[in-house]
Protein backbone atom coordinates (compact mmCIF):
# COMPACT_ATOMS: atom_id res chain seq x y z
CA UNK A 1 0.00 0.00 0.00
CA UNK A 2 2.82 2.03 0.72
CA UNK A 3 4.29 1.75 -2.59
CA UNK A 4 0.88 2.37 -3.98
CA UNK A 5 0.90 5.59 -2.55
CA UNK A 6 4.08 6.78 -3.48
CA UNK A 7 3.16 5.74 -7.19
CA UNK A 8 0.20 7.75 -6.89
CA UNK A 9 2.07 10.42 -5.74
CA UNK A 10 4.63 10.27 -8.51
CA UNK A 11 1.70 10.44 -10.57
CA UNK A 12 0.10 13.59 -9.32
CA UNK A 13 3.37 15.37 -9.38
CA UNK A 14 4.24 14.35 -12.72
CA UNK A 15 0.55 15.34 -13.89
CA UNK A 16 0.73 18.81 -12.21
CA UNK A 17 4.33 19.18 -14.28
CA UNK A 18 2.36 18.10 -17.40
CA UNK A 19 -0.38 20.81 -16.38
CA UNK A 20 2.33 23.54 -15.62
CA UNK A 21 3.70 22.93 -18.81
CA UNK A 22 0.64 23.20 -20.81
CA UNK A 23 -0.49 26.55 -19.24
CA UNK A 24 2.77 27.99 -20.35
CA UNK A 25 2.46 26.07 -23.64
CA UNK A 26 -0.94 27.44 -24.16
CA UNK A 27 0.25 31.20 -23.16
CA UNK A 28 3.22 30.73 -25.78
CA UNK A 29 1.25 29.92 -28.56
CA UNK A 30 -1.35 33.17 -27.58
CA UNK A 31 1.25 35.83 -28.05
CA UNK A 32 1.85 33.98 -31.55
CA UNK A 33 0.72 35.95 -34.39
CA UNK A 34 -1.93 34.42 -35.90
CA UNK A 35 -3.28 34.25 -39.72
CA UNK A 36 -5.01 37.92 -39.04
CA UNK A 37 -1.37 38.90 -38.41
CA UNK A 38 0.47 37.85 -41.73
CA UNK A 39 -2.90 39.00 -43.66
CA UNK A 40 -2.26 42.24 -41.94
CA UNK A 41 1.54 42.33 -43.28
CA UNK A 42 0.70 41.39 -46.22
CA UNK A 43 -1.04 44.05 -46.92
CA UNK A 44 0.77 46.58 -45.43
CA UNK A 45 3.70 45.36 -47.85
CA UNK A 46 1.52 45.83 -50.92
CA UNK A 47 0.70 49.40 -49.39
CA UNK A 48 4.07 49.94 -49.28
CA UNK A 49 5.30 48.71 -52.34
CA UNK A 50 2.66 50.97 -53.84
CA UNK A 51 3.64 54.22 -51.89
CA UNK A 52 7.85 53.79 -52.92
CA UNK A 53 5.98 53.14 -56.45
CA UNK A 54 4.14 56.78 -56.55
CA UNK A 55 6.87 58.34 -54.48
CA UNK A 56 9.44 57.60 -57.29
CA UNK A 57 7.23 58.60 -59.89
CA UNK A 58 6.48 61.99 -58.24
CA UNK A 59 10.39 62.42 -57.90
CA UNK A 60 10.72 61.27 -61.63
CA UNK A 61 8.18 64.65 -62.53
CA UNK A 62 10.13 67.21 -60.24
CA UNK A 63 12.71 66.13 -61.48
CA UNK A 64 11.44 66.65 -65.01
CA UNK A 65 9.63 70.13 -63.89
CA UNK A 66 12.60 71.43 -62.02
CA UNK A 67 14.47 71.11 -65.74
CA UNK A 68 11.46 72.72 -67.47
CA UNK A 69 11.78 75.74 -64.84
CA UNK A 70 15.40 76.20 -65.66
CA UNK A 71 14.83 76.12 -69.18
CA UNK A 72 12.25 79.00 -69.38
CA UNK A 73 14.09 81.11 -66.90
CA UNK A 74 17.06 80.91 -69.05
CA UNK A 75 14.19 81.35 -72.02
CA UNK A 76 12.94 84.71 -70.12
CA UNK A 77 16.44 86.37 -69.66
CA UNK A 78 17.21 85.70 -73.45
CA UNK A 79 13.68 87.68 -74.26
CA UNK A 80 14.30 89.99 -71.99
CA UNK A 81 17.65 90.54 -73.35
CA UNK A 82 16.22 91.06 -76.90
CA UNK A 83 13.52 92.79 -75.53
CA UNK A 84 16.40 95.75 -74.27
CA UNK A 85 18.40 95.86 -77.50
CA UNK A 86 15.28 96.29 -79.30
CA UNK A 87 14.24 99.01 -76.74
CA UNK A 88 17.54 100.88 -77.21
CA UNK A 89 17.35 100.36 -80.93
CA UNK A 90 14.32 101.74 -81.49
CA UNK A 91 14.61 104.86 -79.10
CA UNK A 92 17.89 105.47 -80.53
CA UNK A 93 16.44 105.63 -84.06
CA UNK A 94 13.71 107.97 -82.82
CA UNK A 95 15.98 109.97 -81.38
CA UNK A 96 18.23 109.99 -84.81
CA UNK A 97 14.94 111.16 -86.22
CA UNK A 98 13.92 113.46 -84.56
CA UNK A 99 17.55 115.15 -84.46
CA UNK A 100 17.37 114.96 -88.42
CA UNK A 101 13.97 116.32 -88.33
CA UNK A 102 15.28 119.43 -86.39
CA UNK A 103 18.33 120.09 -88.63
CA UNK A 104 15.95 119.83 -91.85
CA UNK A 105 13.87 122.71 -90.30
CA UNK A 106 15.08 125.82 -90.57
CA UNK A 107 14.40 128.81 -88.41
CA UNK A 108 11.49 129.69 -85.79
CA UNK A 109 9.38 126.69 -87.37
CA UNK A 110 11.89 124.22 -86.79
CA UNK A 111 12.59 125.80 -83.54
CA UNK A 112 9.25 125.42 -82.33
CA UNK A 113 8.87 121.88 -83.54
CA UNK A 114 11.79 120.69 -81.81
CA UNK A 115 10.32 122.52 -78.37
CA UNK A 116 7.25 120.44 -79.40
CA UNK A 117 8.77 117.42 -79.87
CA UNK A 118 11.23 117.49 -76.94
CA UNK A 119 8.00 118.30 -74.60
CA UNK A 120 6.25 115.27 -76.12
CA UNK A 121 9.18 112.91 -75.45
CA UNK A 122 9.52 114.47 -71.65
CA UNK A 123 6.08 113.07 -71.69
Request: without cysteine; hydrophobic residues 35%; positive net charge.
Amino acid sequence: MLRRTEEVAQRDQLIQQKERLYVELKAILARQPGPEVAEQLKAYQENLAEKQKQLKSMAAELHSNRQQVTTMKAEQESLLRGLSQLKRGYFAKQQRASDARAETAGGEEGDELSVLERGERGR
